[in-house]
């Protein structure tokens, strides 16, 4: 909560800064509604990879599967309002586009909100790699997780065997 914050208000105030610099130029630049939807190709490949684990749960019991289950569920909301939050902050911005390169006053009160979403947006990417790196990282362990059971179902297999000399 405080990382948005504290993003809304460091773009706001820069946005603000910029406009206070240079007044004669008082129009929003198309490619802030481009920078907020870059957090959303990253919030498709996390919602991906959550359901490729959700396939990929070898090696874990009922319970297990069930938490699995659980977890999986809570961040694939999370992410799918993240990624309503870029697309209706960046069609406001395009909104806001249109109406303020007519309007001045509009321009006053846009200009610092849109620095605040985009600063959302953009701080939001930290978020999103370190959950991909926490899921790329169960993955991992699940896998070497059932390659050590395999290992040690086949050591038993082999030390219950009698020796033949």
């Known amino acids: 909560m405080f990382v948005v914050l504290g993003s809304a208000g460091f773009g706001a105030l820069a946005a603000s800064f910029v406009m206070q610099v240079s007044p004669s130029v008082l129009s929003v630049p198309w490619y802030i509604v481009t920078a907020m939807l870059i957090p959303m190709g990253m919030a498709v490949t996390f919602w991906l990879k959550l359901n490729d684990l959700q396939a990929d749960c070898d090696g874990l019991n009922r319970e297990e599967r069930r938490r699995l289950g659980y977890i999986v569920e809570e961040k694939l909301r999370q992410v799918q309002v993240g990624m309503a939050f870029y697309i209706v902050s960046a069609l406001f911005a395009l909104f806001l586009i249109m109406i303020g390169n007519n309007s001045p006053a509009v321009l006053s009160w846009a200009i610092p909100t849109l620095g605040g979403l985009l600063a959302?947006?953009?701080?939001?990417?930290?978020?999103?790699?370190?959950?991909?790196?926490?899921?790329?990282?169960?993955?991992?362990?699940?896998?070497?997780?059932?390659?050590?059971?395999?290992?040690?179902?086949?050591?038993?297999?082999?030390?219950?065997?009698?020796?033949?000399?």
Do not use: H, M, Y
Not at 120 to 135: D, P, T, Y
């Open 120 to 165: 959302i947006s953009l701080s939001s990417i930290g978020f999103l790699l370190a959950q991909l790196r926490e899921v790329s990282q169960f993955l991992v362990t699940l896998k070497d997780r059932l390659r050590a059971r395999k290992s040690k179902a086949k050591l038993k297999k082999r030390l219950g065997k009698p020796r033949v000399n």
